[in-house]
């Protein structure tokens, strides 16, 4: 799959396993029904859209808006990995590329490219040769090491 400019994209086996397992299961929702467990998922969804990723990767990691104690940035960066939309570093690069390219076909998830890609598609591909070079461009001064693009990042501050 191409986009714009950009090399072929591939999937992310894991990731696409891990929605379809995800969406599966939620499936049995009806037959499963409890009100703690309804609970439970809206409280999750909090956690996980509005802490970790709006307020974690978005704000702080992404934009840096605010600053807060090392452990609140470790909690809130460990709900927005608990979202399934990557990990924190292709997050924060993807979304500072997608600012500076918005609309373009450098953008990772443009509008231009349709409403699926821009919602959902663009986060289950990646674009190894590209992306890893966006994404030491950007975060160069801050990462030493990626040994991982996928799911499983493992990195090392200096």
């Known amino acids: 799959m191409c986009v714009g400019g950009m090399q072929p994209r591939q999937f992310v086996v894991g990731s696409l396993i891990g929605i379809l397992l995800l969406h599966f299961i939620a499936l049995t929702a009806p037959f499963t029904f ?25 704000r702080l990691l992404s934009h840096g808006s605010f600053k ?3 452990v609140f940035t470790y909690l809130l960066t460990l709900f927005g990995c608990l979202a399934m939309q990557g990990g924190p570093i292709r997050w924060v690069a993807t979304h500072r590329l997608h600012h500076k390219t918005a609309d373009t076909p450098e953008d990772p998830h443009s509008p231009t490219q349709g409403f699926w890609w821009a919602h959902l598609v663009w986060n289950l591909t990646v674009t190894l040769n590209w992306l890893l070079r966006k994404i030491l461009s950007i975060l160069h001064p801050i990462c030493v090491e990626i040994r991982s693009l996928d799911f499983w990042t493992v990195i090392s501050f200096s």
């Open 68 to 70: 807060v104690p090392k």
């Open 34 to 58: 409890s009100w703690p467990g309804l609970t439970m998922f809206l409280v999750m969804v909090y956690i996980t859209g509005c802490l970790g990723i709006t307020l974690g990767f978005h």
